[in-house]
């Protein structure tokens, strides 16, 4: 009743190999642009001036991030772990690109137990009788990934006896997958406490020099697993994100690059030239990007966002519609986002979504391994994420390295949702 095992895929799932090396290969550029991103105040105003009229939490997000500008900031060293996420799409010569879905910048998950799963599939190759395959499986461990970057914040930091504060739910489904990043810290002698935001709301507080303590102990950095959704919430979880967010502590993710994760950044990123301005003297690096990027639309007030809402009506099977939100299970395909574009069309709600292209990948079969379900074999579509970790002190960039990947696999049958939605489970590529 307490424990379940997390879902996965009984094989591996085949994955190009070209894909497969061209997003390890990008995702140093991507920490570079979320980086940029989450320093440009005129860029984060501008882009999200729509979205906070119309979507509360967003906006909310936006405020305090203003107040924190306005007063200073204390923090000096930034640590982002984040997680770009892409889908195979199959074109009409049966040729397979790469695509990508969304860059996740706060609480990017599974990088504990995607950990584990490559052995888990080496077992069953073994057992299978596939000695050769199974010694073809990537070796992959991003817990430790995410682990250096969150100790090297915590070195920079400069404080032997301050701690690392995982800042987690009221209840935690996904705990051992936490566990095994909070090991690798543990293995190094980095001391870890786990609050949750009502903890920080009763006990949090701030010196004079706004070093943050809690319990009486000094916090280095604070690891949001929490804190994407609005449910999460209250005045007093609010306040809480305020105090934290004052402080001099390193946060993963601080405010803005919260913000630079938004769907509606991802849009304006697509468009002619905002790479160029974001990151001047990467042209390589730009050129890489955009290679991934599929088509992206607004849908703000005005002649462009009434075009493609229309197309989208007429053509809903083209599209998918996305909210601003995290944590999968939000998107909208097909009937579904023909209703809501219709109520919404001429509204400024609107501007709260964005339309991308549906990307169409190749199914393939395997089996679901879920707790209490039957095994069958399903059709399925897989997602890779590759997780990338960055520190900047002041205006140094001291690491910047991807850190592993996550394969997600789930039935065709599911437009939308990820393994904590109940939906994906976790897989390993298998290059082909």
């Known amino acids: ?22 997003a390890y290969a990008v995702q140093q550029d991507f ?5 940029a991103i989450s320093q440009n105040k005129e860029f984060l105003e501008q882009t999200l001036a729509s979205t906070i009229k119309v979507d509360d939490f967003t906006a909310q997000l936006f405020r305090i991030y ?42 990017a998950s599974f990088g504990g137990l995607t950990s584990r799963t490559a052995d888990v599939h080496g077992l069953v190759l073994k057992v299978l009788g596939k000695t050769k395959e199974a010694s073809r499986l990537l070796p992959n461990n991003p817990s430790k990934g995410l682990a250096l970057g969150i100790a090297k914040a915590w070195e920079l930091y400069g404080s032997q006896s301050a701690v ?8 935690q489904r996904n705990i051992f997958d936490q566990r095994c990043v909070e090991n690798e810290l543990w293995n190094r002698n980095i001391r870890v406490i786990r609050r949750r935001f009502r903890d920080v709301f009763e006990k949090g507080s701030l010196d004079g020099s706004r070093r943050l303590y809690i319990d009486g102990q000094e916090v280095a950095v604070v690891y949001y697993r929490e804190g994407y959704v609005p449910q999460t919430y209250d005045q007093q979880n609010w306040a809480a994100r ?12 601080d405010i803005a690059t919260q913000l630079a994760g938004t769907k509606k950044v991802q849009q304006e990123l697509s468009r002619p030239g905002t790479l160029e301005k974001l990151l001047p003297g990467h042209p390589e690096a730009v050129a890489r990007m955009r290679a991934t990027f ?8 005005g002649e462009e966002g009434d075009k493609i809402a229309a197309a ?49 990948p190749q199914p393939a079969l395997n089996y679901l391994l879920r707790a209490h379900s039957p095994l069958q074999v399903s059709e399925c579509i897989s997602e890779l994420g590759i997780f990338g970790v960055y520190v900047r002190q002041g205006q140094e960039m001291v690491l910047n390295e991807a850190a592993g990947h996550l394969l997600r696999t789930k039935a065709i049958q599911h437009a ?17």
């Open 1 to 22: 009743q307490v424990v379940n095992y997390a879902p996965f895929t009984l094989l591996p799932s085949a994955v190009p190999r070209a894909l497969f090396e061209q």
């Open 31 to 35: 920490n570079l642009l979320v980086d």
């Open 66 to 107: 203003m107040q924190v500008l306005e007063e200073g900031l204390a923090q000096t060293v930034f640590l982002g772990i984040n997680r770009s996420d892409y889908m195979f799409d199959c074109g009409l010569d049966g040729t397979a690109a790469l695509k990508q879905i969304e860059i996740n910048t706060i609480a």
């Open 164 to 171: 690392v504060m995982f800042l987690v739910e009221e209840i």
């Open 242 to 253: 305020v105090l934290l967010e004052r402080s001099r502590a390193v946060k993963c993710p």
């Open 294 to 301: 599929a088509g992206l639309y607004s849908l703000d007030e």
């Open 312 to 360: 989208a009506i007429a053509d809903p099977e083209r599209f998918v519609l996305k909210p601003q939100r995290e944590g999968g299970g939000n998107n909208l395909y097909g009937e579904e986002l023909r209703q809501v574009l219709e109520k919404i069309k001429d509204s400024p709600e609107r501007t709260s979504y964005i339309l991308m292209d549906k990307i169409k």
């Open 416 to 432: 939308d949702g990820g393994v904590a939605a109940g939906v994906a489970v976790l897989d390993t590529p298998y290059l082909v």
